[in-house]
């Protein structure tokens, strides 16, 4: 089975920054992509931003410009670095593995930002 887990959340204030780390583990298909997900309490799962294996990413337009989405392949890891966090920003993020016939999610981890 696939492990994929998630760390790196936190309480910050707004216009503060958090990284958060994603680490795939467990399984002998290759990964195509790897993304960031979250989800405020009573609302829907929505997609933040993905990377593919060969570095193409992809944002939602509301944290475009002030999240950056990275990878190291050798280490199947997937970071997220958030500036200029603000309170909407606040959500549980869960990360996902692609492996093209299948996916796998993360764990979550909490992110809170104070106003």
């Known amino acids: 089975q696939a492990q994929v887990v998630g760390s790196g959340g936190g309480l910050v204030q707004a216009g503060g920054s958090l990284r958060l780390s994603c680490a795939a583990s467990?399984?002998?298909?290759?990964?195509?992509?790897m993304g960031w997900y979250r989800q405020a309490p009573g609302k829907q799962r929505d997609l933040v931003a993905t990377?593919?294996?060969?570095?193409?990413?992809n944002y939602a337009d509301s944290v475009k410009g002030r999240f950056t989405i990275s990878r190291d392949n050798a280490k199947n890891t997937v970071y997220l670095q958030m500036n200029s966090l603000k309170p909407e920003d606040t959500a549980v993020y869960y990360c996902h593995t692609n492996y093209g016939s299948f996916g796998s999610w993360g764990q979550g981890t909490q992110v809170t930002v104070s106003s």
């Open positions: 990377i593919t294996s060969d570095g193409s990413t």
């Open positions: 467990g399984s002998s298909f290759r990964i195509t992509a």
